[in-house]
Protein backbone atom coordinates (compact mmCIF):
# COMPACT_ATOMS: atom_id res chain seq x y z
CA UNK A 1 0.00 0.00 0.00
CA UNK A 2 1.32 3.70 -0.83
CA UNK A 3 2.77 4.86 2.89
CA UNK A 4 0.98 7.78 4.62
CA UNK A 5 2.95 11.06 5.91
CA UNK A 6 4.14 9.84 9.38
CA UNK A 7 3.20 12.89 11.72
CA UNK A 8 4.20 13.31 15.39
CA UNK A 9 2.21 15.20 18.09
CA UNK A 10 4.51 17.91 18.50
CA UNK A 11 4.60 18.58 14.35
CA UNK A 12 0.56 18.53 14.64
CA UNK A 13 0.42 20.69 17.47
CA UNK A 14 2.36 23.12 15.24
CA UNK A 15 0.49 23.14 12.65
CA UNK A 16 -2.64 23.65 14.61
CA UNK A 17 -1.33 26.62 16.59
CA UNK A 18 -2.85 28.79 14.64
CA UNK A 19 -6.32 27.05 15.60
CA UNK A 20 -5.31 26.39 19.28
CA UNK A 21 -3.44 24.51 21.85
CA UNK A 22 -3.27 20.34 21.49
CA UNK A 23 -4.70 17.80 24.24
CA UNK A 24 -4.73 15.28 22.61
CA UNK A 25 -4.02 13.23 19.04
CA UNK A 26 -5.74 10.12 17.62
CA UNK A 27 -5.00 8.47 14.24
CA UNK A 28 -8.50 7.70 12.17
CA UNK A 29 -9.23 5.68 9.03
CA UNK A 30 -9.05 7.49 5.92
CA UNK A 31 -7.83 7.50 2.40
CA UNK A 32 -5.21 5.58 0.48
CA UNK A 33 -2.84 8.05 0.88
CA UNK A 34 -3.76 10.70 3.58
CA UNK A 35 -3.05 10.78 6.79
CA UNK A 36 -6.41 11.51 8.81
CA UNK A 37 -6.15 12.49 12.47
CA UNK A 38 -8.73 13.41 15.54
CA UNK A 39 -7.42 16.47 17.60
CA UNK A 40 -9.14 17.56 21.17
CA UNK A 41 -7.90 21.36 21.66
CA UNK A 42 -7.14 22.43 25.84
CA UNK A 43 -10.38 24.80 25.27
CA UNK A 44 -12.44 21.67 24.56
CA UNK A 45 -13.56 21.67 20.64
CA UNK A 46 -12.15 18.75 18.33
CA UNK A 47 -11.00 19.17 15.50
CA UNK A 48 -9.93 16.88 12.50
CA UNK A 49 -6.42 17.47 10.51
CA UNK A 50 -5.76 15.71 6.97
CA UNK A 51 -2.40 15.20 5.89
CA UNK A 52 -2.17 14.38 2.01
CA UNK A 53 1.71 14.34 1.93
CA UNK A 54 2.45 11.21 -1.00
CA UNK A 55 5.25 12.32 -3.48
CA UNK A 56 3.26 13.50 -6.91
CA UNK A 57 5.14 10.45 -8.39
CA UNK A 58 3.19 8.57 -6.90
CA UNK A 59 -0.25 10.42 -8.12
CA UNK A 60 -2.43 9.82 -11.05
CA UNK A 61 -2.90 13.25 -12.71
CA UNK A 62 -6.31 14.24 -11.81
CA UNK A 63 -4.92 13.75 -8.13
CA UNK A 64 -2.49 16.75 -8.10
CA UNK A 65 -3.36 19.59 -5.90
CA UNK A 66 -6.39 17.92 -4.53
CA UNK A 67 -6.04 18.91 -0.83
CA UNK A 68 -6.32 22.77 -2.01
CA UNK A 69 -9.41 21.45 -3.97
CA UNK A 70 -10.73 19.89 -0.62
CA UNK A 71 -10.78 22.58 1.37
CA UNK A 72 -12.06 24.73 -1.43
CA UNK A 73 -14.79 22.39 -2.26
CA UNK A 74 -16.02 22.67 1.53
CA UNK A 75 -15.69 26.19 1.88
CA UNK A 76 -18.25 27.01 -1.12
CA UNK A 77 -20.58 24.10 0.09
CA UNK A 78 -20.55 24.96 3.94
CA UNK A 79 -21.61 28.58 2.44
CA UNK A 80 -24.27 27.13 0.75
CA UNK A 81 -25.88 25.50 3.76
CA UNK A 82 -24.50 21.94 2.88
CA UNK A 83 -23.83 19.68 5.60
CA UNK A 84 -20.33 19.18 5.10
CA UNK A 85 -17.14 19.93 7.89
CA UNK A 86 -16.49 24.05 8.39
CA UNK A 87 -12.67 24.70 7.21
CA UNK A 88 -10.58 25.79 10.26
CA UNK A 89 -7.47 25.82 8.41
CA UNK A 90 -4.59 25.56 5.77
CA UNK A 91 -1.15 24.56 5.67
CA UNK A 92 0.45 24.04 2.16
CA UNK A 93 3.52 25.20 3.50
CA UNK A 94 5.44 22.08 4.54
CA UNK A 95 7.21 24.32 7.23
CA UNK A 96 5.72 21.56 10.06
CA UNK A 97 5.06 18.47 8.29
CA UNK A 98 5.57 16.81 4.81
CA UNK A 99 2.11 17.45 3.25
CA UNK A 100 -0.55 19.74 2.86
CA UNK A 101 -2.62 20.08 5.86
CA UNK A 102 -6.54 20.36 5.93
CA UNK A 103 -7.84 21.25 9.18
CA UNK A 104 -11.66 20.73 10.02
CA UNK A 105 -14.10 20.97 12.05
CA UNK A 106 -15.18 17.29 13.70
CA UNK A 107 -18.51 16.43 12.77
CA UNK A 108 -19.70 13.18 15.61
CA UNK A 109 -21.49 10.46 13.58
CA UNK A 110 -20.48 6.87 12.13
CA UNK A 111 -20.34 6.10 8.17
CA UNK A 112 -22.55 4.16 5.99
CA UNK A 113 -20.10 1.88 5.40
CA UNK A 114 -20.04 0.83 8.60
CA UNK A 115 -23.56 0.50 9.56
CA UNK A 116 -25.89 -2.17 8.22
CA UNK A 117 -28.79 -0.30 8.30
CA UNK A 118 -32.11 -2.01 7.21
CA UNK A 119 -34.21 -1.23 3.85
CA UNK A 120 -36.25 1.46 5.20
CA UNK A 121 -33.44 3.61 6.85
CA UNK A 122 -31.27 2.96 3.23
CA UNK A 123 -34.02 4.34 1.31
CA UNK A 124 -34.04 7.06 4.02
CA UNK A 125 -30.61 8.07 3.73
CA UNK A 126 -30.44 7.10 -0.09
CA UNK A 127 -32.82 10.30 -0.74
CA UNK A 128 -31.25 12.59 1.49
CA UNK A 129 -27.67 11.90 -0.66
CA UNK A 130 -29.65 12.58 -3.60
CA UNK A 131 -31.12 15.46 -2.26
CA UNK A 132 -27.68 17.04 -0.85
CA UNK A 133 -26.29 16.02 -4.55
CA UNK A 134 -29.50 18.35 -5.86
CA UNK A 135 -28.16 21.01 -4.28
CA UNK A 136 -24.53 20.76 -4.41
CA UNK A 137 -25.10 20.80 -7.99
CA UNK A 138 -26.74 24.55 -7.86
CA UNK A 139 -23.26 25.95 -7.28
CA UNK A 140 -21.43 27.15 -10.37
CA UNK A 141 -18.11 27.61 -11.49
CA UNK A 142 -16.52 29.59 -14.32
CA UNK A 143 -14.05 26.10 -16.20
CA UNK A 144 -14.58 22.80 -16.37
CA UNK A 145 -13.20 19.67 -15.15
CA UNK A 146 -10.48 19.47 -11.98
CA UNK A 147 -9.96 23.06 -10.02
CA UNK A 148 -6.50 22.57 -8.91
CA UNK A 149 -3.93 24.74 -11.31
CA UNK A 150 -1.03 21.74 -10.35
CA UNK A 151 -3.71 18.98 -12.08
CA UNK A 152 -3.79 20.72 -15.17
CA UNK A 153 -6.88 19.89 -16.27
CA UNK A 154 -9.09 22.72 -16.62
CA UNK A 155 -10.67 23.97 -19.69
CA UNK A 156 -13.24 26.45 -21.19
CA UNK A 157 -15.72 23.35 -22.11
CA UNK A 158 -16.85 20.43 -20.98
CA UNK A 159 -16.32 18.34 -24.13
CA UNK A 160 -12.42 19.68 -23.94
CA UNK A 161 -12.19 19.03 -19.89
CA UNK A 162 -13.49 15.73 -20.40
CA UNK A 163 -11.33 14.71 -23.39
CA UNK A 164 -8.35 16.13 -21.19
CA UNK A 165 -9.56 13.99 -17.95
CA UNK A 166 -9.09 10.57 -20.77
CA UNK A 167 -6.24 11.51 -22.12
CA UNK A 168 -4.55 12.28 -18.48
CA UNK A 169 -5.86 8.78 -17.70
CA UNK A 170 -4.63 6.93 -20.60
CA UNK A 171 -0.95 8.92 -19.92
CA UNK A 172 -0.91 7.59 -16.59
CA UNK A 173 -1.72 4.64 -17.86
CA UNK A 174 1.19 4.20 -20.17
CA UNK A 175 3.10 5.66 -17.32
CA UNK A 176 2.26 2.70 -15.41
CA UNK A 177 2.45 -0.04 -17.99
CA UNK A 178 -1.53 -0.69 -17.14
CA UNK A 179 -2.91 -2.16 -20.74
CA UNK A 180 -5.76 -0.14 -21.83
CA UNK A 181 -7.87 0.30 -24.99
CA UNK A 182 -6.51 3.40 -25.73
CA UNK A 183 -8.52 3.72 -29.04
CA UNK A 184 -11.56 2.38 -28.29
CA UNK A 185 -11.69 4.64 -25.71
CA UNK A 186 -10.78 7.96 -27.59
CA UNK A 187 -13.58 6.74 -30.43
CA UNK A 188 -16.06 6.79 -27.67
CA UNK A 189 -14.93 10.36 -26.16
CA UNK A 190 -15.03 11.34 -29.87
CA UNK A 191 -18.03 10.20 -30.93
CA UNK A 192 -19.90 11.60 -27.02
CA UNK A 193 -18.49 15.00 -28.39
CA UNK A 194 -22.01 16.48 -29.18
CA UNK A 195 -23.83 15.39 -26.46
CA UNK A 196 -21.55 16.04 -24.02
CA UNK A 197 -21.44 19.72 -25.45
CA UNK A 198 -25.01 20.06 -24.33
CA UNK A 199 -23.42 20.55 -20.51
CA UNK A 200 -23.27 24.37 -20.66
CA UNK A 201 -22.92 25.45 -16.77
CA UNK A 202 -20.14 23.91 -14.95
CA UNK A 203 -21.66 22.19 -11.87
CA UNK A 204 -19.72 21.30 -8.87
CA UNK A 205 -19.49 17.42 -8.35
CA UNK A 206 -17.99 16.00 -5.16
CA UNK A 207 -17.43 12.81 -7.33
CA UNK A 208 -16.62 10.44 -4.51
CA UNK A 209 -20.04 10.03 -2.26
CA UNK A 210 -19.95 6.06 -2.19
CA UNK A 211 -21.02 4.91 1.38
CA UNK A 212 -17.27 5.26 3.02
CA UNK A 213 -17.63 9.30 2.54
CA UNK A 214 -21.59 9.37 3.80
CA UNK A 215 -21.33 10.29 7.96
CA UNK A 216 -24.62 9.50 9.31
CA UNK A 217 -26.02 10.92 12.75
CA UNK A 218 -27.50 7.34 14.40
CA UNK A 219 -29.30 9.59 17.24
CA UNK A 220 -31.17 11.77 14.78
CA UNK A 221 -34.87 12.19 15.13
CA UNK A 222 -35.40 9.76 12.53
CA UNK A 223 -32.18 7.67 12.87
CA UNK A 224 -29.18 7.76 11.10
CA UNK A 225 -29.73 11.25 9.49
CA UNK A 226 -27.30 12.32 6.98
CA UNK A 227 -24.51 14.03 9.37
CA UNK A 228 -22.07 15.27 6.80
CA UNK A 229 -20.67 14.51 3.58
CA UNK A 230 -16.74 13.88 3.67
CA UNK A 231 -13.67 13.71 1.19
CA UNK A 232 -14.40 16.31 -1.28
CA UNK A 233 -10.72 16.01 -2.59
CA UNK A 234 -11.99 14.57 -6.08
CA UNK A 235 -14.34 17.31 -6.83
CA UNK A 236 -14.67 18.52 -10.30
CA UNK A 237 -16.37 21.05 -12.58
CA UNK A 238 -19.11 19.92 -14.80
CA UNK A 239 -21.80 17.71 -15.28
CA UNK A 240 -24.03 16.43 -12.49
CA UNK A 241 -24.49 13.14 -13.65
CA UNK A 242 -20.96 12.52 -13.44
CA UNK A 243 -21.97 12.84 -9.61
CA UNK A 244 -24.00 9.16 -9.97
CA UNK A 245 -20.50 7.28 -10.97
CA UNK A 246 -18.70 8.03 -7.75
CA UNK A 247 -21.63 7.04 -5.58
CA UNK A 248 -21.64 3.92 -7.18
CA UNK A 249 -18.41 3.18 -8.56
CA UNK A 250 -18.57 -0.35 -9.83
CA UNK A 251 -22.11 0.13 -11.38
CA UNK A 252 -22.96 -0.29 -14.82
CA UNK A 253 -26.55 -1.11 -15.02
CA UNK A 254 -29.31 1.04 -13.42
CA UNK A 255 -28.89 3.84 -11.33
CA UNK A 256 -30.48 4.13 -7.49
CA UNK A 257 -34.08 5.23 -7.93
CA UNK A 258 -34.34 6.59 -4.27
CA UNK A 259 -31.20 8.63 -5.28
CA UNK A 260 -33.31 9.78 -8.22
CA UNK A 261 -35.87 10.60 -6.15
CA UNK A 262 -34.46 12.32 -3.58
CA UNK A 263 -32.98 14.29 -6.59
CA UNK A 264 -36.07 15.44 -7.63
CA UNK A 265 -37.88 16.01 -4.69
CA UNK A 266 -35.17 18.49 -4.01
CA UNK A 267 -35.86 19.97 -7.58
CA UNK A 268 -33.55 18.54 -10.05
CA UNK A 269 -33.17 16.33 -12.54
CA UNK A 270 -30.87 14.34 -13.91
CA UNK A 271 -32.60 12.80 -17.39
CA UNK A 272 -32.09 9.81 -16.25
CA UNK A 273 -36.12 8.85 -15.54
CA UNK A 274 -36.60 6.03 -13.11
CA UNK A 275 -33.14 5.21 -13.43
CA UNK A 276 -33.94 1.91 -15.55
CA UNK A 277 -31.26 1.63 -18.53
CA UNK A 278 -33.51 3.24 -21.12
CA UNK A 279 -35.57 5.42 -19.51
CA UNK A 280 -35.36 9.19 -19.63
CA UNK A 281 -33.06 11.09 -21.89
CA UNK A 282 -30.92 8.86 -24.20
CA UNK A 283 -27.94 11.71 -24.65
CA UNK A 284 -28.02 11.27 -20.32
CA UNK A 285 -27.34 7.89 -20.49
CA UNK A 286 -24.81 8.28 -22.96
CA UNK A 287 -22.80 10.65 -21.06
CA UNK A 288 -23.21 8.36 -17.96
CA UNK A 289 -21.60 5.34 -20.05
CA UNK A 290 -18.55 7.81 -21.11
CA UNK A 291 -18.73 8.90 -16.99
CA UNK A 292 -18.25 4.82 -15.86
CA UNK A 293 -15.48 4.27 -18.63
CA UNK A 294 -13.41 7.07 -17.69
CA UNK A 295 -14.23 5.62 -13.99
CA UNK A 296 -13.10 2.27 -14.64
CA UNK A 297 -9.63 3.25 -15.82
CA UNK A 298 -8.85 5.05 -13.05
CA UNK A 299 -10.04 2.29 -10.67
CA UNK A 300 -7.65 0.34 -12.93
CA UNK A 301 -4.66 2.00 -13.43
CA UNK A 302 -4.79 3.37 -9.53
CA UNK A 303 -4.21 -0.62 -7.91
CA UNK A 304 -0.15 0.02 -9.42
CA UNK A 305 1.01 3.08 -7.93
CA UNK A 306 -1.11 2.89 -4.61
CA UNK A 307 0.68 -0.84 -4.50
CA UNK A 308 -2.92 -2.43 -3.28
CA UNK A 309 -2.10 -6.31 -2.11
CA UNK A 310 -4.63 -8.60 -0.96
CA UNK A 311 -6.71 -11.37 -2.73
CA UNK A 312 -9.74 -9.10 -3.46
CA UNK A 313 -7.63 -7.22 -5.40
CA UNK A 314 -7.77 -9.15 -8.71
CA UNK A 315 -11.16 -9.55 -8.42
CA UNK A 316 -11.75 -5.97 -8.33
CA UNK A 317 -9.46 -5.41 -11.33
CA UNK A 318 -11.07 -7.79 -13.33
CA UNK A 319 -14.48 -5.97 -12.08
CA UNK A 320 -13.19 -2.54 -13.06
CA UNK A 321 -11.86 -4.01 -16.94
CA UNK A 322 -15.32 -5.69 -17.13
CA UNK A 323 -17.20 -2.38 -16.42
CA UNK A 324 -14.80 -0.58 -19.07
CA UNK A 325 -15.39 -2.94 -21.54
CA UNK A 326 -19.02 -3.35 -21.35
CA UNK A 327 -19.40 0.20 -21.27
CA UNK A 328 -17.44 0.67 -24.31
CA UNK A 329 -19.98 -1.91 -26.03
CA UNK A 330 -22.67 -0.16 -25.24
CA UNK A 331 -21.70 3.21 -26.44
CA UNK A 332 -20.69 1.31 -29.80
CA UNK A 333 -23.79 0.00 -30.21
Known amino acids: MLTKTAVTDDQVAAVLAPVGAVRQVEPLAGGMFATVLRVDLTDGRRVVAKVTGAAPS ?73 AV ?17 ASGLSRTSWPEAFAAMVEAALADA ?45 AGDTGHGLAAVLDAERALWGDPVFELVGADQLGVGAVDPDVLAGYRDAGGDLGLGDGAPGAGDPAAWTRLRLYRAYFACLLVVEIVPRAYTGDWVEGYAATARGNLERMLDELGA
Open 174 to 218: ERWDVPLPHARLRAAVAAGREVLATITTPRLVHADLWPGNILLDP
Open 133 to 149: MARLHRITGDRYGYPAP
Open 58 to 130: RLLRYEHGISGTEAGVYRLAHRAGLPVPAVLHEDGSREHVDGDVVVTEHVPGVLWSDLDLDPAATIRVRRELG
